[in-house]
């Protein structure tokens, strides 16, 4: 008995394994597609132009964008932990009718084109928008076009990454421990700050880093939103875009930092994928 329970672990990892039983018909078109994602990388890599990367990289148009990108995508992940960990335990913990809609709605910009969602901010937060006219004429602030307006498009799109994580992870997460928390007398929000947070933390600073790679790498509802100013609303993606027309090697320099920062996330975040698999 004992060595058959040995052998059935064996068994069901050898039956896993690929082998030689592998059918040509899914094999093919799984290295036509594995090809299809990794040429066009190898292609940015082999192309760069190695040489003048260092003098690519430190010229002040570049460094402008790489500064404003860096500065605006962790500003908005800042804000976007601020409300999203709040906004993900109302979704998790509580219960309310409409729960699903708001969910849905919550999750709308991870498929919704960017530059809609840009079109939908300027709509709101323009000048004569639904709540940017008031803004303008109370406040005297004005988003659109501005390096604030960056930083809420890219919290705009990189919202949804956050709170997606922050939910999953607090719906793993044993209730018991708020409960029993609430017991000793600590009040909702003071079982949430000493308990439930250091639990889901993990998963906050996953959400976190998605969010921020998500944040880095926003396009369309930027430029749509905010402009494309050097030095003011120019982020790296906005300035590999203008550079490919007249500046091809400092187009491919930005778009290697861009590739090693995903690479970097995908990394990061590697032992977390692993573990829940």
Request: aromatic share 8%.
């Amino acid at each position: 008995m004992t060595s058959t329970a040995q052998d059935t672990p064996r068994k069901a990892r050898r039956s896993r394994a690929p082998g030689r039983g592998v059918p040509l018909a899914l094999l093919a078109p799984a290295l036509i597609g594995l090809a299809f994602l990794l040429v066009p990388l190898l292609a940015l890599v082999v192309r760069a132009p190695w040489r003048d990367l260092p003098e690519q990289l430190t010229s002040p148009a570049v460094w402008d964008a790489l500064r404003l990108s860096l500065v605006c995508a962790t500003t908005a992940t800042a804000l976007s932990l601020v409300v999203g960990v709040p906004l993900a335990w109302l979704l998790a913990r509580t219960d309310f009718p409409g729960r699903s809609l708001v969910r849905a709605l919550v999750t709308l910009p991870l498929v919704l084109p960017p530059v809609v969602g840009g079109v939908a901010l300027l709509l709101a937060l323009g000048r004569n928008g639904v709540v940017g006219r008031w803004l303008d004429e109370w406040f005297g602030v004005t988003l659109p076009f501005t390096t604030a307006g960056v930083v809420l498009a890219e919290t705009f799109v990189a919202l949804p990454f956050l709170v997606i994580s922050v939910e999953g992870t607090l719906r793993a997460a044993d209730p018991r421990f708020e409960e029993a928390a609430a017991t000793l007398g600590a009040s909702r929000f003071t079982a949430f700050r000493r308990v439930t947070l250091p639990l889901i933390a993990p998963g906050v600073a996953a959400g976190a880093v998605l969010a921020w790679a998500r944040a880095l790498g926003e396009f369309g509802a930027t430029i749509t939103f905010a402009g494309n100013f050097p030095g003011r609303t120019q982020t790296m993606p906005l300035a590999v875009y203008l550079a490919l027309q007249n500046d091809p090697a400092a187009a491919i320099a930005l778009s290697l930092v861009l590739l090693a920062v995903s690479v970097a996330v995908l990394a990061g975040l590697r032992d977390r994928w692993t573990r829940a698999v």
